[in-house]
């Protein structure tokens, strides 16, 4: 029997291919420019991805990264439920 394939992407604060279940995935809608995260990993619209991991977003968010992924800046709401959710895990 073949073996499932694992689709894995990049984490943008340490830059490392992980599974994509192993990943938070942020989420920009597409026609209401709305931000949000992305917990099933199924949301419509430009996405990028995270370690779940307060390092590797506190680093993604310096060097902005995350805004630069999704084309738009961050509220300081949006910032706070990212780190919500980085720290649940």
Same mark, same amino acid.
């Given at each position: &029997?073949? =073996?499932? @394939?694992?689709? &894995? *992407?990049?984490?943008?604060?340490?830059?490392?291919?992980?599974? /994509? @279940?192993?990943?938070?995935? $942020?989420?920009?809608?597409?026609?209401?420019? #709305? !931000?949000?995260? #992305?917990? %099933?990993?199924?949301?419509?619209? *430009?996405?990028?991805?995270?370690? @779940?991991? $307060? #390092?590797?977003? +506190?680093? =993604?968010?310096?060097? /902005? /990264? $995350?805004? *630069? =992924?999704? +084309? %738009?800046?961050? %509220?300081? #709401? !949006? $910032?706070?439920? &990212? *780190?919500?959710?980085?720290?649940?895990?």
């Amino acid at each position: &029997m073949k =073996a499932k @394939k694992i689709p &894995m *992407r990049m984490c943008l604060g340490c830059q490392e291919m992980k599974p /994509k @279940k192993e990943l938070l995935r $942020i989420v920009k809608k597409a026609h209401s420019n #709305d !931000i949000q995260v #992305d917990l %099933t990993g199924k949301m419509s619209g *430009r996405g990028c991805y995270i370690c @779940k991991n $307060i #390092d590797c977003l +506190e680093k =993604a968010l310096k060097s /902005k /990264k $995350i805004e *630069r =992924a999704l +084309e %738009t800046s961050l %509220t300081e #709401d !949006i $910032i706070e439920q &990212m *780190r919500k959710e980085v720290s649940n895990e």
